[in-house]
């Protein structure tokens, strides 16, 4: 996060003119609208310095829009959704799944929730590839994502 105004975070490295429109639909994908038109200055508030001025969550939620307003060919989230509750990390995913169809889309995380929504997994331990390949043959050969995933096993 910079220092700096909700317009500013979101537009960070996004080289190309964007309309009010389209970052309403992108902040409304990831749960943020309701939020930001609740602000006097909506997208023109201040976050303060590294975004104090944002909780855990609304930081994540501003970082993953940035990434799809960027529409790159990749998009990168590492624990993007670490800091939201199931449903907004619902939210998160649905968007990033939706704007980033046809693109690659590369996520570190360590909770089932959001494991579960990989087709390809990669299994890191102490720093080295463990196991990697389509997420139902890693669950059969890799007991560490056994047992992240736990007992309801791969049902999505």
């Keep these: 996060m910079l220092s700096g105004t909700i317009r ?10 964007v309309e009010d429109a389209e970052l309403d639909e992108v902040c409304g994908e990831v749960g943020l609208l309701d939020y930001l038109r609740s602000l006097p200055a909506g997208y023109d508030t201040q976050v303060g310095e590294d975004g104090s001025r944002l909780s855990g969550g609304q930081k994540q939620k501003l970082a993953a829009a940035r990434g799809m307003l960027q529409n790159s060919a990749y998009f990168l989230m590492d624990e993007g959704t670490a800091a939201m509750d199931a449903r907004a990390k619902d ?48 669950y059969e050969t890799s007991p560490y ?12």
Aim: aromatic share 8%; charged share 30%.
């Design 145 to 156: 994502l056994r047992q992240l995933v736990g007992e309801g096993g791969l049902k999505r």
């Design 8 to 17: 500013e975070n979101l537009l960070f490295g996004v080289r190309r003119e």
């Design 91 to 138: 939210a998160v995913w649905a968007a990033v799944s939706r704007l980033m169809q046809g693109k690659t889309t590369l996520y570190v995380a360590h909770d089932r929730q959001t494991v579960l929504k990989a087709d390809y997994v990669v299994v890191m331990d102490r720093g080295r590839v463990a196991d990697f390949g389509p997420i139902d043959r890693v």
